[in-house]
C-alpha cells in the first residue's frame, strides 16, 4: 500500500476525466494479501477437517474432499464477483434479497429438516443452506438502500433498514437457527454503525453492548430458572447449549487447553480423535486446531483473521464510493462477527449458538457463501478510484 | 491523511454533502476496526489462560486420568389411560456399576461382588469383559437397600465400583393391562446394531413388549452426561460439567383403564381375550389376554431360571390372545356371510331355505348344531338362531372365492395395524392361498366348513372386534388402534395421535339395517340371549369354535378340557349409535352363548353406567 499512496492524490487529480469510466485493474501487492490469507485460512481449515474425519473412514468421499470441492466451488463465485463491477450488482439488491426470502419461506414450508431444525433445502443430490446465502443479499441489499440516497434522520437510517432485515431475521430465527439469525442482526447493527446515527450515545450503547454481551451472556442465563431456559430453548434451537457452561463447553476447553504452547501435532488431538467434542469438523473446528497446534498456531491463526479484517477496512477505506464502502464494511462484519463469536464460543466465552467459523468449518453453503462475499471485497478493491494502469 | 484526500477527490464530483457524508463513513471505520482488534485481542488473551496459564490442568483431564463421563439415564415418559390414570411411571433404584478403568484386579472383584451380592461370579465376569470405548459397566440393577449399604460400607476394598441411583420402570397397576403396556429391559446386542436404537450406549433401557415397544422413540428421551474428577478409587470427587437427560414425551392410551381391568377380571383364570373398541373411530377401549404376566417382574429383570419358567409355561402367558391368539370365528363368521349373501344377491332377506338338521354334500354329511333342523327359516331368523345348513346352502351358492373376498374386505387374513408388536394376519383360506401353502387344490367340501367359520379360516379376537365394529358402524371400517395422544415434556400441551379415518367395508350398505336388526334378535330372542340386558339394548352374535370335530360316543361324561371348543361373543351397544363393540373369546369353554355372552353384557353395562356417572360428575 505504500507504493500507492505515493503522490495519490496528484495522480488522481491528473487522471480524473478519466476516471468517470470504472477502472478495472490488475492485481497488486494488496489483492495478493488478501488472497494469499484466504488460501492460508482455507488450508487450515481443510487441515483440521482431514484429522478429525481421518479417524472415521467409512464414507467413501472423505469430508475433507468434499471440503475441497466446495472451496473450489466457491473460487469459482469469488472469481467472478470480483471480476464483475459491483454496481452491476447493486442494480438487482432487491430482487435478490426478495428472492432469498422467498426461499426462506419455502425451507419452513418444504426443507429438509434434521435434530429439530428445519434448515436445508435439497437441490439434487446436496442440501443447500439458504439461510447463508441470504446474508450476502442482506449485506448488499442495505449497502444500495444507504448509498442511492442521502438517508436522514432516524427513521430512514435505522427504522427503515430494520424492517427491510426483520423478515429475514424472523423466517430464520422460526428455522430455529439461533446462530444465522444472530449474525443477521450483527450485519445489520455493524452497517447502522457504519453509516452513522446522529445521537452518538445511541451508537455507543449498541456497539458497548455488542461488545459486552458475550461476557455477561453467561451469567445472565444462569439466573434464569431451568423451566424458563427450556421455554425458551425450545422456541429457539433444541441442539444449543446456551450457558456455555455444558458438556460441549467443558470439552471444547480442554481441547483447546490441553494445546498447550506447542500442541500435539497433527492427529494428536485426544479429545477430537476419541469423540470426546462432536462437530469437531463444524462448529468446533477452532478447538480441534487449537488443541492440535497449540498457542502458537492459535496465534497464527488469529493473525491470519486479523489481517484479513484489516485488509478489508483498508479497501473499505479506499473505495471509490458509499455503495464499495458500505460493501466492503458488510462482507468484513460478516466474517468477523462469525470469527469473533466462534471463537469465543469454543473458548468458553460466549454461548454455544451454533456459529460456524468462517472458511475453516466444513460447510458447503457458508464456504461458498463467504468466499463470493471475498469476492465482492475484491471487486470493490479493483474498481476503486485510481488511475489506469 | 490519504483518506481526506480521497474524499476532497469526490468533492469534485458529487454534493458537498455526500462527500461529508462518504468522509464520515471513513472515519468511523476507525470505530469498527478498534472495536474488531480489541475482541480479537480478548481472544488471544483467553487462549493465552487457557493454553498456557491452565495447560497443564487442562492436560491432566484430556488424559482422562482424573476424569470419567458418566451416562445419565432419562426417565421414560409416563404412560396414561384415555382418562388420566396412571399406567406407568418411574421410581429410583440403585444400580452398580463398575468402572473398569479403575480396576486393578478384575478377579479379586469379581470374588468381592460375588460374596456381597450372592451373584454368580461367571455371569459377573463376563459382565465385566471391556467392551469397546465405554468401560463404565451396568452389573446390577435395583439393589436393596442393605445391598448397597454393604456396598458402600466396603468401599475402600472395592475400588471401581459405583453406585448409582437411577430411574426404574414401574407400572403401579399391576398385573393389569400387561399385555398393551409391555415391558422395558436393556438394550440388547441386536437393537445396538439397529437403526431405530442409533445413538443409544449399552445397557439403556429400551421398550421391549407392548406399547412400549411401539411407541419407545417417543417414551425414551434423551440421555444425558455427566462429566466428574474422580480420586485414585474411581470415587467421584466433584462434577465438572453436566449435560442433563431429557425425560421422554408422556402418552395416554384409548384404554379405558375401569373397562380393561374389568375385562381382566370378567376372565379370570381361564385363557382368553377381550377387545373393546369404539367403533366410530377404531380407539381400542380395552384389550384382554389371559393368562397375562406382570410387567413389573419382566422390566426388573429376570434370572435366565425365571425366563425359561415362563416360556416353558403350557398356557403361554407371553402370546397377546387378543391380536396373535389365532381362533376359527365359528358362527360369528356368519355376519360375513350374510353381508355378502346379501351384497351379491346370492340371497334375498325373504328368500327362506330348509333346514333339517343336516346337509349332503358329494358323500359326507354336514350336521347343523341342533340335531333336528331349524325348519325354514330366512336370513333373519338363520342368523338369531345360527343355523348352520342355511349358510351351509349360502355358501355353496357363492363359492369360496366370493367368502374369501367380503372376509378380506372386512380385514380378515391381514394385520389390523394395531399399534403392539407381533400382531399375527390370520387366514383367508382360498384355491389359490391352498395352492401356495400346501401345493394341493381346494376341494368344494372345504367351503361349506368355511361358511360356518370351521376349517382352515383363523381369525385374532381383535380383527373379530373390527367386523362387529364395521357393521355397528354402518360399513365403515376404523382401523383399532391405542395412542390417544402424546404430551411433549417441552411444551406439555397434549398432541391427538393422527386418526386413520374409516373405509367402507362395502360400496352400497342400504341392506345392512337387515343384518343389525338380526344381530339384535340374537340376543332378544336367539342364541345370545344371555347378553340381554335391561340397561341397553345389545346386538350380537355367538361363535363356537371347534378344537376337536368330537364324536359323543368316544367321550363318557366330561370331555377333558383341552378338547373342549372355545366360545366366541362378539357385540355392539347400544343398537342405535354403537359406541362399544366388542369381541369376548373364552378358550375351551364350549358355547358362546353360554360362556362368553354374559361377559360381554357385563362389560357393556359397566361401560354405560361408568359413562353415566362421568356424565353426570361433570356438569
Known amino acids: 500500500m505504500d507504493l500507492l499512496q505515493k503522490g495519490k492524490p496528484l495522480q488522481m487529480l491528473l487522471g480524473s476525466t478519466n476516471e468517470r469510466r470504472r477502472s478495472e485493474r490488475g492485481f497488486d501487492a494488496i489483492d495478493w494479501c488478501l488472497i494469499g490469507v484466504v488460501i492460508s485460512i482455507l488450508f487450515l481449515g481443510v487441515l483440521?477437517?482431514?484429522?478429525?474425519?481421518?479417524?472415521?473412514?467409512?464414507?467413501?468421499?472423505?469430508?475433507?474432499?468434499?471440503?475441497?470441492?466446495?472451496?473450489?466451488?466457491?473460487?469459482?463465485?469469488?472469481?467472478?464477483?470480483?471480476?464483475?463491477?459491483?454496481?452491476?450488482?447493486?442494480?438487482?439488491?432487491?430482487?435478490?434479497?426478495?428472492?432469498?426470502?422467498?426461499?426462506?419461506?419455502?425451507?419452513?414450508?418444504?426443507?429438509?429438516?434434521?435434530?429439530?431444525?428445519?434448515?436445508?433445502?435439497?437441490?439434487?443430490?446436496?442440501?443447500?443452506?439458504?439461510?447463508?446465502?441470504?446474508?450476502?443479499?442482506?449485506?448488499?441489499?442495505?449497502?444500495?438502500?444507504?448509498?442511492?440516497?442521502?438517508?436522514?434522520?432516524?427513521?430512514?437510517?435505522?427504522?427503515?433498514?430494520?424492517?427491510?432485515?426483520?423478515?429475514?431475521?424472523?423466517?430464520?430465527?422460526?428455522?430455529?437457527?439461533?446462530?444465522?439469525?444472530?449474525?443477521?442482526?450483527?450485519?445489520?447493527?455493524?452497517?447502522?454503525?457504519?453509516?452513522?446515527?446522529?445521537?452518538?450515545?445511541?451508537?455507543?450503547?449498541?456497539?458497548?453492548?455488542?461488545?459486552?454481551?458475550?461476557?455477561?451472556?453467561?451469567?445472565?442465563?444462569?439466573?434464569?430458572?431451568?423451566?424458563?431456559?427450556?421455554?425458551?430453548?425450545?422456541?429457539?434451537?433444541?441442539?444449543?447449549?446456551?450457558?456455555?457452561?455444558?458438556?460441549?463447553?467443558?470439552?471444547?476447553?480442554?481441547?483447546?487447553?490441553s494445546g498447550q504452547l506447542w500442541g500435539k501435532g497433527l492427529y494428536g488431538g485426544t479429545q477430537i480423535q476419541f469423540k470426546f467434542l462432536p462437530e469437531g469438523h463444524t462448529d468446533f473446528v477452532f478447538a480441534v486446531f487449537a488443541e492440535e497446534w497449540g498457542f502458537l498456531g492459535s496465534l497464527v491463526l488469529v493473525m491470519l483473521f486479523v489481517a484479513l479484517f484489516l485488509l478489508g477496512f483498508e479497501i473499505a477505506a479506499e473505495a471509490k464510493d458509499r455503495l464499495g464502502a458500505l460493501l466492503a464494511i458488510g462482507v468484513v462484519g460478516m466474517m468477523a462477527f462469525g470469527v469473533i463469536v466462534n471463537m469465543a464460543m469454543t473458548v468458553g466465552l460466549a454461548p454455544i449458538v451454533g456459529i460456524p467459523l468462517p472458511l475453516m468449518s466444513y460447510g458447503g453453503s457458508a464456504t461458498v457463501v463467504n468466499l463470493a462475499a471475498l469476492g465482492i471485497l475484491l471487486s470493490v478493491r479493483r474498481h476503486r478510484l485510481t488511475l489506469l494502469q | 491523511m490519504r483518506n481526506t484526500g480521497e474524499g476532497n477527490m469526490q468533492g469534485l464530483m458529487d454534493s458537498g454533502r455526500e462527500t461529508s457524508e462518504f468522509t464520515e463513513l471513513q472515519q468511523r471505520l476507525v470505530f469498527l476496526k478498534v472495536g474488531v482488534m480489541l475482541l480479537m485481542g480478548v481472544l488471544v488473551l483467553r487462549l493465552w489462560q487457557l493454553q498456557i496459564l491452565d495447560g497443564a490442568y487442562y492436560r491432566d483431564l484430556a488424559q482422562d486420568n482424573r476424569t470419567r463421563s458418566v451416562v445419565l439415564q432419562p426417565a421414560r415418559g409416563l404412560i396414561f389411560d384415555r382418562h388420566g390414570v396412571l399406567l406407568a411411571n418411574n421410581v429410583p433404584s440403585f444400580n452398580l456399576y463398575v468402572d473398569l478403568k479403575d480396576v486393578p484386579d478384575r478377579a479379586e472383584l469379581v470374588r468381592e461382588l460375588g460374596t456381597l451380592l450372592k451373584v454368580d461370579p461367571k455371569t459377573l465376569a463376563t459382565k465385566l469383559q471391556p467392551r469397546g470405548v465405554l468401560t463404565r459397566v451396568k452389573v446390577k440393577s435395583g439393589l436393596t437397600l442393605r445391598e448397597a449399604a454393604l456396598i458402600e460400607s466396603h468401599r475402600l476394598s472395592l475400588p471401581g465400583v459405583v453406585i448409582q441411583a437411577e430411574y426404574q420402570r414401574n407400572y403401579p397397576v399391576g398385573a393389569y393391562a400387561g399385555h398393551v403396556l409391555g415391558y422395558v429391559g436393556e438394550i440388547s446386542e441386536d437393537q445396538l446394531r439397529q437403526k431405530e436404537y442409533e445413538g443409544l450406549i449399552r445397557g439403556s433401557i429400551v421398550g421391549q413388549y407392548g406399547i412400549e415397544r411401539t411407541y419407545d422413540r417417543i417414551l425414551r428421551g434423551r440421555a444425558g452426561r455427566k462429566l466428574i474428577e474422580v480420586d485414585a478409587l474411581g470415587h467421584e470427587k466433584r462434577t465438572l460439567s453436566v449435560e442433563k437427560p431429557r425425560a421422554g414425551d408422556d402418552i395416554y392410551l384409548t384404554i379405558d383403564f375401569r373397562l380393561q381391568k374389568l375385562a381382566e377380571d370378567l376372565l379370570g383364570e381361564e385363557a382368553g381375550a377381550i377387545v373393546a373398541l369404539d367403533p366410530t373411530n377404531g380407539e381400542v377401549l380395552a384389550l384382554a389376554s389371559r393368562p397375562s404376566f406382570d410387567p413389573n417382574q419382566l422390566s426388573r429383570g429376570l434370572s435366565p431360571r425365571q425366563w425359561q419358567a415362563i416360556l416353558n409355561d403350557p398356557r403361554y402367558p407371553l402370546t397377546n390372545r387378543a391380536i396373535q391368539g389365532l381362533y376359527p370365528p365359528g358362527s360369528t363368521f356368519k355376519i360375513i356371510m350374510a353381508v355378502a349373501a346379501l351384497a351379491t344377491d346370492t340371497v334375498e332377506g325373504s328368500d327362506s331355505l330348509q333346514c333339517l338338521g343336516r346337509y349332503r354334500f358329494g358323500r359326507r354329511i354336514y350336521r347343523d348344531w341342533k340335531p333336528g333342523g331349524h325348519g325354514l327359516v330366512n336370513l333373519h331368523q338363520a342368523l338369531v338362531q345360527s343355523c348352520d345348513v342355511y349358510f351351509y346352502k349360502v355358501g355353496h351358492r357363492m363359492g369360496i372365492n366370493t367368502i374369501a373376498t367380503y372376509a378380506k374386505r372386512f380385514g380378515l387374513g391381514q394385520k389390523t395395524g394395531i399399534d403392539l408388536p407381533g400382531e399375527r394376519a390370520g387366514i383367508v383360506p382360498s384355491p389359490e392361498w391352498k395352492q401356495q401353502t400346501r401345493g394341493e387344490p381346494w376341494y368344494p367340501g372345504e367351503t361349506i366348513s368355511v361358511s360356518i367359520g370351521q376349517g382352515y379360516v383363523t381369525v385374532t379376537p381383535i380383527q373379530m372386534a373390527a367386523v362387529v365394529a364395521a357393521v355397528a358402524n354402518g360399513g365403515l371400517a376404523a382401523p383399532p388402534r391405542l395412542l390417544l395422544a402424546v404430551r411433549p415434556r417441552e411444551t406439555e400441551r397434549l398432541v391427538p395421535a393422527h386418526s386413520v379415518s374409516a373405509k367402507p367395508v362395502i360400496q352400497q350398505a342400504d341392506w345392512l339395517p337387515q343384518v343389525q336388526a338380526a344381530l339384535a334378535s340374537v340376543v332378544t330372542n336367539g342364541t345370545g340371549k344371555r347378553a340381554y340386558s335391561a340397561v341397553v339394548p345389545i346386538a350380537g352374535k355367538t361363535g363356537t369354535a371347534q378344537v376337536v370335530a368330537l364324536r359323543k360316543r368316544e367321550y363318557e361324561g366330561e370331555v377333558p378340557k383341552v378338547l373342549r371348543d372355545h366360545a366366541w361373543f362378539v357385540a355392539y351397544a347400544p343398537t342405535d349409535h354403537p359406541r362399544i363393540a366388542l369381541a369376548v373369546l373364552v378358550e375351551h369353554m364350549g358355547h358362546g352363548g353360554s360362556a362368553a355372552a354374559p361377559l360381554a353384557k357385563q362389560l357393556i353395562e359397566a361401560y354405560f353406567q361408568q359413562n353415566k356417572e362421568a356424565v353426570s360428575a361433570t356438569p
Open chain 1, 48 to 257: 483440521s477437517i482431514y484429522s478429525v474425519t481421518s479417524s472415521t473412514h467409512q464414507a467413501r468421499f472423505p469430508i475433507y474432499l468434499k471440503q475441497v470441492v466446495w472451496i473450489g466451488v466457491g473460487s469459482l463465485a469469488f472469481w467472478i464477483l470480483a471480476r464483475t463491477d459491483y454496481h452491476k450488482l447493486a442494480r438487482f439488491a432487491y430482487v435478490f434479497y426478495g428472492i432469498g426470502l422467498i426461499v426462506l419461506l419455502l425451507v419452513l414450508v418444504a426443507g429438509k429438516s434434521s435434530r429439530g431444525a428445519q434448515r436445508w433445502i435439497a437441490l439434487g443430490p446436496v442440501a443447500v443452506q439458504p439461510s447463508e446465502f441470504v446474508k450476502v443479499t442482506l449485506i448488499v441489499a442495505l449497502s444500495v438502500y444507504y448509498a442511492s440516497k442521502a438517508r436522514h434522520g432516524w427513521l430512514y437510517r435505522v427504522i427503515v433498514p430494520g424492517l427491510i432485515t426483520l423478515p429475514g431475521f424472523l423466517l430464520i430465527l422460526k428455522q430455529p437457527d439461533l446462530g444465522s439469525s444472530l449474525s443477521f442482526l450483527a450485519l445489520y447493527l455493524t452497517l447502522v454503525l457504519a453509516v452513522g446515527v446522529k445521537s452518538k450515545a445511541f451508537g455507543l450503547v449498541v456497539l458497548s453492548s455488542l461488545m459486552v454481551f458475550p461476557f455477561v451472556w453467561g451469567e445472565v442465563w444462569g439466573s434464569l430458572h431451568d423451566y424458563q431456559k427450556a421455554r425458551i430453548m425450545s422456541f429457539m434451537d433444541p441442539m444449543s447449549d446456551p450457558g456455555g457452561t455444558g458438556y460441549h463447553g467443558l470439552q471444547s476447553r480442554i481441547a483447546i487447553g
